[in-house]
């Protein structure tokens, strides 16, 4: 049983970066694991944001492409986010999720295993 825990989540200007870790209990990405940022804004769905795999496939969302990059730390077992050029519409709880999968997917019910999530409020 993964467990997940992000962290970097705050408060900053449109315009600005932020940068997310999420960190898990065991290994990952060596054991077939894919892991994934999505998003929920106030009233909305959960959302797939990026995702990235042991082989270093990655996928984004279309409203992030250019602007994030998913990376992974393998012998931390971390995924990174690192969000450039923040749009208030950027704003929500952002959760780390991981899946037993071959490719990186930002399909909500893929994910078995998530954080608690971190709040990022842009402004």
């Known amino acids: 049983h993964v467990q997940l825990v992000e962290s970097g989540g705050g408060s900053v200007q449109a315009g600005r970066s932020l940068r997310l870790s999420c960190a898990a209990s065991e290994s990952t990405y060596d054991r077939g694991y894919c892991m994934a940022w999505f998003r929920q804004a106030s009233e909305k769905e959960r959302e797939g944001v990026a995702a990235i795999c042991g082989s270093g496939y990655t996928d984004y969302a279309g409203s992030v492409a250019g602007r994030f990059t998913v990376s992974k730390d393998n012998a931390k077992n971390a995924l990174l986010l690192q969000m450039d050029n923040l749009r208030p519409e950027d704003s929500a709880i952002y959760y780390c999720?991981?899946?037993?999968?071959?490719?990186?997917?930002?399909?909500?019910?893929?994910?078995?295993?998530w954080g608690p999530g971190t709040q990022v409020t842009v402004s």
């Open positions: 999720a991981a899946a037993r999968i071959g490719f990186p997917s930002l399909a909500r019910y893929l994910y078995a295993y």
